[in-house]
């Protein structure tokens, strides 16, 4: 199988679900996740389309989903008003792949080990395709915003930290 026609589980989802998506890939180290404005120079594209996803736990132990702009930082307190959380917490590195199934460098919003309720930027939805991690480090998917959103049921809303 040469290296274009990789699947990652992610792909794999897509395609059964017959979502319309790009498969890309941008270079990287051995075992290190390039940082995602670097991804995003890496393919050419405006780091306001790439989005990194990230696992919190809230106060109340369950596990919430944010895909930020890459350039952008979480904004702990409007993320867990957007969830209902008194507050939330980073999850750690080290739990991250037991929980999800993914490592960090390679976290998607897709294909989780479970559903967790997910939140979006509400930036995603003025772009007409966004860029996430293909669950493996080195993988990208572009598609549609609605389309994401609609699959792993996620909601928008202004949940990073002002810039500046």
């Known amino acids: 199988m040469s290296k274009k026609e990789e699947k990652t589980n992610v792909m794999r989802v897509l395609d059964q679900k017959k979502i319309p998506y790009t498969p890309h890939t941008y270079p990287h180290g051995d075992g290190e996740a390039p940082d995602g404005v670097t991804v995003a120079q890496n393919l050419g594209i405006d780091p306001a389309q790439v989005f990194k996803t990230l696992v919190t736990k809230g106060a109340s132990g369950g596990y919430y989903v944010f895909d930020i702009p890459v350039a952008a930082?979480?904004?702990?307190?409007?993320?867990?008003?957007?969830?209902?959380?008194?507050?939330?917490?980073?999850?750690?590195?080290?739990?991250?792949?037991?929980?999800?199934?993914?490592?960090?460098?390679?976290?998607?919003?897709?294909?989780?080990?479970?559903?967790?309720?997910t939140v979006f930027h509400h930036s995603a939805l003025d772009q007409e395709t966004i860029f996430v991690s293909a669950g493996k480090i080195g993988f990208q998917v572009e598609l549609s915003p609605a389309d994401l959103m609609k699959l792993v049921r996620g909601t928008a809303a202004d949940v990073t930290a002002a810039t500046e």
């Open 73 to 117: 930082t979480l904004d702990l307190k409007k993320a867990a008003k957007a969830v209902g959380e008194k507050s939330i917490a980073m999850l750690h590195s080290k739990e991250l792949l037991p929980l999800t199934g993914y490592v960090h460098g390679g976290c998607s919003p897709i294909g989780m080990k479970k559903q967790f309720p």
